[in-house]
């Protein structure tokens, strides 16, 4: 299976998801125009990698911002890695935010509170960036 790369540019993250290694990073501003179409290569690539998942799957979350429309989409993500994690398979989300960024880190804290992951919450130190 190949890896999942997409670029950023000043409206869409960096998405960047490694197969052998199991470890998927998104990064950036999500404001697409369209994020359903954005994210439509992503959400099948992730049901692709969930017929032969690695043994663990981390998920770092170092978002700047994301509309409302980006976040329905990061639902959707979150949702196909609980399928993975109900089916017995170790995953872990990372949530990146700067410390005086209360919007992102009340979203972490809110993705915590549906989603049936264990998101760690974590705040981005200078060389993270």
Not at 79 to 96: F, M, P, T
């Amino acid at each position: 299976m190949k890896d999942f790369l997409k670029k950023d540019t000043p409206k869409t993250p960096l998405i960047q998801m490694e197969y052998e290694s199991g470890h998927f990073l998104i990064s950036g501003r999500s404001i697409p125009e369209n994020s359903i179409e954005f994210y439509k290569p992503l959400f099948e690539w992730m049901d692709e990698y969930n017929t032969k998942p690695q043994s663990k799957t981390i998920f770092d979350v170092r978002l700047e911002y994301f509309n409302t429309s980006s976040s329905k989409c990061l639902v959707e993500v979150f949702r196909k890695l609980e399928l993975l994690k109900a089916s017995g398979h170790d995953v872990e989300v990372n949530w990146y935010y700067e410390e005086d960024d209360e919007d992102m880190q009340e979203s972490g804290e809110d993705f915590k509170e549906v989603i049936k992951l264990p998101i760690h919450m974590h705040i981005l130190e200078e060389e993270d960036e």
